[in-house]
Each structure stands twice: as C-alpha cells, then as structure tokens.
C-alpha cells in the first residue's frame, strides 16, 4: 500500500504511533501517581516469552540518582530534569534463584539465549510503556546509553550477576513545541521491509535511500569534519565514536560475567 493511502486511513492508534517523537526536554509537571502506574502496567501487559517476564523495572525515584545517570549515560543531563524514570532490566536472576529455591536438580545456569529472550522481553515492555505514556499526552526518550558504564550501574542498582541494564525510559510532559514539531523522518520501506528473504543493498540503493533524509539532517551538507558522505559522517559520528566504545567494552564485562558460569562452547 502506497505511503500516502496508509497516513489518511489511519485510527487514533496507528496516529498516535505515527506523530509519537522522542522527548528531551520536560515542562516543570508532576506525573500524578495514577499515571505512573498506568505506564508501569501497560509495561507488564506486554507480551513475554513463555509468560516469564524475564525482565524487571525500577523506577529512578531518587534525585541523586538521576543526577549519576546524566552523567554516566554519556553526558545527557535532561535525563536529571525527567519527573519519570524508569530502568528496564533483562532479568534472569529471579528465575534462577526460583529453580534453587524449587531444589531444580543440577540446574543449568543462564546462557546466552536466556539473555537474548530476556533483552527481547524487556523492550519489548519498554515499548509499551512509551506507548501507554504518550496516549495520555506524556512523552518519552530511551536512553540507550546505560549500556555504558556496567559496572557502575550494577553497583549503582545492587545488581545480581544475571541481571542487566538494558534501556532506560525518561519520561515528561513535552514542552510548547511537540505538537508543531514533525517526526523525524524514516528510510523508505522499500529498504527496511523485504519478502520472503534479505536483500543485500548496492551502492544506487543507499545513495537512494539516503537521499530522503538528506535534506532533513543535512540541509547544508555539512558532514563531520573529515567525513566526505553521510556514510563517513555516521561511521565518525556514531560507529567509532567514543560513546560507543565505551559501550561495546562495557557490554564485553557484562557478557563476560553472564558467560562466567556457563558451558564453554
Ligand atoms: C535503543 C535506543 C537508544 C536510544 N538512546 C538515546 C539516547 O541515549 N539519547 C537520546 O537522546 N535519544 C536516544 N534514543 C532516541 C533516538 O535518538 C530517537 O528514537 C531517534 O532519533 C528517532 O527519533 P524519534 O524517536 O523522535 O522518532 C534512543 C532510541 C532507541 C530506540
């Protein structure tokens, strides 16, 4: 169905998903209690594998705490100003302390599917959560960025060794701007949604993919220094950027400590 046949036919869902845009920056407004909880239950009413719940939320009530995170998720201080903050966690700890309490003969400990469904469980209650916020006119913004730092946050939270930080949600009343602000724009679907089997992308496919979001985040062609292309420009910007580093050795410890007990191939 063309693009345009999909945007006028749409219900209160589908637009609410459609105009829904990431929120940085939060009007001095409390999110009442009830609210909350409505966001945190939307969260638990996502689906889960095997109706697990592999996964578990904290919420970031302390002040002093979320001061840390601004910090420590990369420098990104309205993540201190957000009224709500919640930590997701891919959690299988409580279900392997279960199997010990049930006395499981000779349990086998986590591995590395364990965690991939738990990850899976997590965002996708996460995602449920932003959904649920931005129904009753409350924004949000995932922060990627607490994959950084492991081993500060797991001190931070007391964290067990089958539990990890997976993505944290700041959530706020937008400020005056959200409704005029378009959504950023998306790679057209022709590249993002193929049929039956993958479709590896040649160098005419990128140039027109790119090209619909050039005029967006480029408007002036201004790349990174150094970069020639937006290609260049991500691969500074994001691939081999600093933030990324850090992230891909933190979640090294990380699996490296999930793997500790695990077989060896
Ligand atoms: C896994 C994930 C991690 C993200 N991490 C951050 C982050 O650390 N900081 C931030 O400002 N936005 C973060 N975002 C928000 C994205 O930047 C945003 O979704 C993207 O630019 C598209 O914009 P939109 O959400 O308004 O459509 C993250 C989004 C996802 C899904």
Not at 3 to 10: A, G, I
Not at 41 to 54: D, E, I, Q, Y
Not at 159 to 179: A, E
Request: aromatic share 12%.
């Amino acid at each position: 169905m063309a693009e345009k046949t999909v945007y006028r036919t749409m219900n209160e869902t589908l637009r609410l998903i459609h105009n829904r845009k990431s929120v940085r920056s939060y009007l001095d407004k409390e999110i009442s209690r009830d609210f909350k909880d409505k966001i945190i239950h939307s969260a638990m009413r996502a689906p889960t594998a095997g109706n697990m719940m592999l996964y578990t939320i904290i919420e970031v009530e302390d002040q002093k705490l979320k001061d840390q995170l601004a910090v420590s998720c990369d420098n990104q201080p309205f993540i201190a100003k957000a009224p709500f903050v919640l930590l997701f966690l891919a959690d299988y700890q409580r279900w392997n302390d279960f199997f010990t309490v049930s006395e499981v003969p000779d349990p086998r400990p986590p591995e590395e599917g364990d965690l991939m469904l738990a990850c899976c469980d997590a965002l996708i209650a996460a995602q449920n959560a932003v959904i649920a916020a931005e129904s009753m006119g409350i924004g949000s913004c995932y922060i990627g960025d607490i994959l950084e730092n492991y081993e500060f946050h797991r001190e931070m939270f007391d964290l067990p060794d089958y539990v990890l930080p997976i993505t944290l949600l700041c959530f706020g009343y937008p400020g005056k701007n959200y409704q005029t602000n378009k959504p950023a724009p998306r790679y057209p679907q022709e590249f993002i949604h193929y049929k039956n089997r993958y479709k590896r992308l040649n160098s005419r496919d990128f140039n027109n993919m790119y090209k619909t979001v050039e005029n967006r985040y480029f408007p002036r062609g201004e790349f990174a220094e150094n970069a020639k292309n937006i290609g260049q420009h991500f691969y500074l910007k994001k691939h081999s950027s600093d933030f990324m580093r850090e992230m891909n050795r933190s979640v090294r410890i990380a699996l490296k400590n999930w793997r500790e007990n695990g077989p060896e191939d």
